[in-house]
């Protein structure tokens, strides 16, 4: 059994989607989750048994809305899709053919997906638009399967990832924050088809960096495409993945027999004592930021561990960097106050602490 | 944010209470502001789902759209928004004051002005999306909306377009002024929780700011779960007070938070310069009054290149004018330019009253002062200083060594040939100085809009409100 498989234990893997993927590259200096993810451990539950349930949630409105646009775009063949790949990509109108991969069998998709993107870089023009296809990436010695929107072939030999978003652009702008998860979701998609072009011995370029954002448009339901470049996400994306392959170094310096088991009993509930759970997920060192809270699982189980360490993490990075080589609340408030000698390389912080410390005082007294 | 705001928020987390970073108010606070806590429909760009809002933290009004789908409910609602927010916006036009300008016709500025109080920059956010989808609607021709829509539209344009420029107090998020006083526990990140930055203010640090269904999300997105478990089944039902109900459920804490809010700055002394600022302010609004009165066309979906450049050069320069005047009001402001040199206080130890420079006709009273000081002096001699003792006095750096910095008065002294008493500090007496300084900038030279040059787009079509921005679906 590998040392990825002994820290998971008897709990089943959970799959990697693309999101999960793209959220790895959120925080990459946290030993605890390169661990837990390399593993394939089900983080929401871990913190859900842990007593610290995740604050995400979507709402059915924002579900109902996201499908329903989902829906309008690929009704009739993709047909509204298709037209505005024509227009944004320069698609010939005689070469667009429509395949969905979904039609045949879950547990074929995946080769039928390989067949068919096989047979489009040999014959050039066959096929344009596929719709539901199944991608797969190796993270850390795990296959994961990906399901991206769709992907669109264009004449050019050029493949573009579709990715279709419920968020509205407003004239021309869309939410910054939403527009960046896309294309950090959408880079994993590139990479994952590249890999699959690679494998079958054909030149992984022919995957544009380009991918095309489907949105809807103002107020309105209509959809509006957009060319977006996510070179920089998977240079990126493939830093953190060819890091996690690397994990063994990080297993290494972990305590002996250390596991994330949650012992699922019969009904697939853990059965861990919580206590037991949470000294080992400590055993993994986390690095904790407040922008945590809108990416991992995990995260008000670190926080409320970064809170009893009194860790100055907790203020976030801008707080943290400015305190420069000062981890802890009480370190830097012991500097602050002139109650601790600095130790090395700390001079200059502790006189910095303690000239604002004195000027607060002659402020506010 | 300085290191100086960082330790408070170190001291916070000791002490478990919020810290001021902050001596003085540094927004205007209006005798009757509006308080608007708007909501949306998930999973919509600009969806209104009910609001909050009113000047009398007893009487709140609610406004629900109870089936957010209906194009028509969603109209009324805008309609009824614009039947609470119009009135209120107008009622401060009646009474103006003259003001007379160098080179310009005078003109007429409100004694008082309206203001709008969010939540959070969310809220903000969505005021500026709802201003969009009814500032081109029409009130004639094919679907036509109920009157006052395009109105409403093009003042809640307004109000978020001056809750971004800096120093305004026309509009604003709750949550960014009191951070602007207080420093919490916990990370900006979260501060952006109005309920968690009111608790670290007042009560200390608590795990129900984040559960929802104590304190329910300060909007304009609801609670997952409130959306799953009571406002679907709710509507569902198709029952109208049963939404209406709900909704009340998540706006109610919100608004006793935002009054909570208000208290909180309102007791706080005013800094000396806002009240400048809020005559900026009523000129700006006064001015869109006027713009509106002349039948001016709803505000462009964007600016065209010389106006976008325009606006830009005008919101820096409002930002270092905030920047300046909030250190010269408040001290502890000043205290971060102290930290980083820029500034310097300290106690007059020296003073040469009568140093005169220059012979004859040309000579001129320029006092000499020396300061000893703790603060480290990173000014280099021949800067020019400001003081806040002195407003209207400019002086230059001449030395700073070991603690003792010389400077020379240069401005304010008359033409006397001995100070006036008092114009120049006395020995013993406690300065500040610093090279921050509210010069004049003057506004960049851009070329007209119908001279844009090619590299920026050239010259933009004239806007003209077109039929289709009139009936933009809203869905």
């Not at chain 2, 603060?375 to 070991?402: F, K, N």
Request: aromatic share 6%; hydrophobic share 40%.
């Amino acid at each position: 059994m590998n040392r990825l498989d002994a820290l998971r234990g008897t709990t089943p893997p959970k799959p990697h989607d693309a999101r999960a993927i793209a959220a790895l590259a959120a925080n990459p200096g946290c030993t605890r989750r390169a661990l837990m993810d390399g593993a394939g451990i089900d983080k929401g539950a871990a913190a859900r048994h842990l007593g610290f349930p995740a604050p995400f949630g979507q709402s059915p409105f924002a579900i109902t809305r996201g499908n329903a646009f989902e829906a309008l775009v690929k009704a009739d063949g993709c047909a509204e899709l298709l037209r505005m790949l024509r227009e944004l990509l320069g698609l010939p109108i005689a070469e667009v053919a429509y395949h969905d991969v979904e039609n045949v069998g879950a547990h074929l998709r995946h080769t039928h997906t390989r067949a068919l993107i096989d047979r489009a870089v040999r014959e050039e023009d066959a096929g344009t638009v596929y719709d539901h296809p199944l991608f797969t990436l190796e993270i850390a010695g795990h296959t994961a399967y990906l399901e991206p929107d769709v992907v669109a072939f264009q004449l050019g030999g050029r493949f573009h990832i579709v990715e279709i978003k419920s968020f509205a652009v407003i004239d021309g702008q869309a939410d910054p924050a939403a527009a960046a998860a896309a294309a950090r979701q959408a880079a994993v998609y590139v990479l994952a088809l590249r890999g699959l072009l690679e494998e079958l011995g054909h030149d992984p370029l022919r995957v544009s960096h380009e991918v095309v954002l489907v949105c809807p448009e103002n107020f309105a339901n209509r959809p509006v495409a957009t060319l977006v470049d996510v070179r920089r996400q998977l240079a990126v994306l493939r830093r953190q993945l060819a890091r996690m392959t690397d994990l063994d170094r990080l297993i290494d310096a972990l305590p002996d027999g250390l596991t994330f088991d949650l012992m699922p009993d019969e009904d697939g509930l853990p059965s861990r004592p919580v206590a037991e759970l949470a000294d080992a997920v400590r055993g993994a060192a986390a690095r904790y930021a407040p922008d945590c809270l809108s990416t991992c699982d995990l995260c008000f189980f670190c926080r409320d561990e970064a809170r009893q360490e009194g860790a100055s993490d907790l203020l976030g990075r801008h707080v943290r960097d400015e305190l420069g080589g000062v981890a802890s609340v009480g370190e830097a408030l012991a500097l602050a106050d002139g109650a601790r000698a600095p130790a090395e390389g700390q001079e200059e912080i502790a006189r910095l602490l303690r000239g604002a410390e004195r000027l607060r005082r002659e402020c506010l007294t | 944010m300085s290191l100086l705001t960082s330790l408070a928020r170190l001291r916070a987390v000791e002490a478990g209470r919020a810290q001021p970073i902050a001596t003085v108010r540094h927004c205007h606070l209006s005798e009757r502001p509006m308080v608007f806590i708007p909501l949306k429909l998930a999973g919509e760009a600009a969806a209104p789902l009910a609001a909050m809002l009113g000047t009398d933290r007893d009487a709140p009004r609610l406004l629900v759209v109870t089936q957010p789908r209906n194009r028509d409910l969603r109209f009324a609602w805008a309609a009824e928004l614009a039947g609470v927010l119009v009135p209120y916006v107008e009622s401060f036009l009646g009474s103006t004051e003259t003001v007379e300008r160098r080179n310009a016709d005078p003109y007429e500025r409100a004694l008082d002005a309206p203001q709008l109080l969010l939540p959070n920059r969310a809220g903000v956010a969505f005021t500026r999306l709802l201003g969009r989808s009814t500032r081109f609607r029409r009130t004639d021709g094919p679907y036509p909306v109920p009157q006052g829509v395009p109105l409403l539209g093009r003042w809640l344009t307004y109000f978020a377009e001056r809750a971004a420029y800096p120093g305004s107090s026309l509009a604003m998020a709750a949550t960014e002024e009191l951070a602007r006083h207080w420093a919490s526990g916990q990370s900006a990140l979260e501060d952006a929780n109005l309920a968690a930055l009111v608790a670290w203010i007042t009560t200390g640090p608590s795990d129900e700011a984040e559960d929802p269904l104590v304190w329910p999300p300060a909007g304009p997105a609801t609670d997952p779960g409130f959306d799953a478990e009571v406002l679907a089944p709710a509507m569902e039902s198709e029952s109208a007070e049963r939404v209406t109900e709900a909704l009340r459920t998540q706006l109610a804490p919100t608004w006793r938070l935002m009054w909570q809010a208000v208290d909180l700055l309102r007791a706080l002394e005013p800094g000396a310069g806002v009240a400048q600022r809020w005559e900026q302010d009523r000129a700006s609004f006064s001015g869109m009054a006027a713009q509106i009165e002349e039948g001016a066309p709803p505000q462009a979906r964007r600016d065209g290149a010389v106006a976008a450049a325009a606006r830009l050069a005008r919101m820096e320069r409002a930002q270092a004018a905030y920047d300046v005047q909030r250190a010269y009001d408040d001290p502890l402001v000043m205290a971060e330019y102290r930290l980083t040199g820029e500034a310097f206080a300290g106690e007059v130890v020296e003073t040469v009253p009568d140093n005169t420079e220059g012979e004859g006709r040309s000579r001129k009273l320029r006092p000499l002062v020396v300061v000893k000081t703790d603060d480290p002096v990173r000014i280099p001699p021949g800067t020019s200083l400001g003081t806040p003792q002195r407003r209207g006095q400019g002086a230059e750096l001449v030395s700073a060594d070991g603690g003792l910095v010389t400077l020379k008065i240069t401005k304010g002294m008359g033409r006397g040939r001995t100070p006036t008493p008092g114009a120049v500090p006395e020995p013993g007496e406690r300065v500040c100085y610093t090279s921050l300084t509210d010069d004049f900038q003057g506004a960049p030279a851009l070329p007209e809009a119908e001279a844009t040059p090619w590299t920026h787009g050239g010259p933009p079509p004239a806007y003209v409100p077109a039929d289709e921005d009139a009936v933009e679906e809203w869905s």
